[in-house]
């Protein structure tokens, strides 16, 4: 099994500040990963997939990157709206999901 | 695209229960389909895929003990859960399969609770 290993599990930025959230897998996934972005109470929703495509009617601040086993997630000028946990997922042998990262407002 | 799960609920272990996805504005028949849990404040897991022609696959953690269906006249998707252990308690999301294997759109969820 393909493991993913997301980092970090928690991140506190201010407004209008740049993040970027880390993934790593257990051997290389030739770019099928995916971003997904999970607000408070609701279901995922998908933002980045084959690793730095942007999902229709995602805002261009949100961006992926990456290739073989490290691919990161990057946020520029962090909005209210941005607050919510993220997913990387990896589809190239079956699904596995990263941990997760929480990201809050400082 | 609208997905909405239905039939979760409160069950004893090892009993069963049958979670529903109706889907709506796009051409179900067309899609593959998956189930993915999430247990209560933790990560999300797959469990189980159905292509477009019925052909199925699972996780190991689910393997012998859940199957998933499909009813392209219906619309609707399905997951049958038996000898269900408490280590299934999780809200229950059914998703698109999009153009790649990722996951374009995702219902809603639904509680599934396993307890005596």
């Known amino acids: 099994d393909i493991q993913m290993t997301q980092s970090p599990a928690s991140l506190s930025a201010s407004l209008g500040e740049t993040v970027t959230i880390e993934c790593r897998a257990s051997e290389d996934i030739y770019s099928n990963l995916a971003w997904y972005q999970q607000k408070p109470g609701n279901s995922p929703q998908l933002l980045i997939y084959d690793a730095n495509s942007l999902a229709d009617g995602v805002p261009s601040r949100f961006s992926g990157s990456g290739s073989g086993t490290q691919y990161s997630l990057k946020i520029n000028s962090l909005q209210s709206e941005d607050v919510a946990s993220y997913f990387c997922?990896?589809?190239?042998?079956?699904?596995?999901f990263g941990g997760g990262t929480k990201l809050e407002l400082k | 695209v609208q997905l909405v799960e239905s039939g979760g609920g409160l069950v004893q272990p090892g009993k069963s229960l049958k979670l529903s996805c109706s889907a709506s504005g796009f051409t179900f028949s067309s899609y593959g389909m998956h189930w993915i849990r999430q247990a209560p404040g933790k990560g999300l897991d797959w469990v189980a895929y159905?292509?477009?022609?019925?052909?199925?696959v699972y996780a190991d953690a689910v393997k012998g003990r859940f199957t998933i269906s499909r009813d392209n006249a219906k619309n609707t998707l399905y997951l049958q859960l038996n000898s269900l252990k408490s280590e299934d308690t999780a809200i229950y999301y059914c998703?698109?399969?999009?153009?790649?294997?990722?996951?374009?759109?995702w219902g809603q969820g639904v509680m599934v609770t396993v307890s005596s």
């Open positions: 159905i292509s477009s022609s019925s052909g199925t």
């Open positions: 997922q990896q589809y190239n042998n079956y699904w596995t």
């Open positions: 998703a698109r399969k999009g153009r790649g294997y990722y996951f374009d759109y």
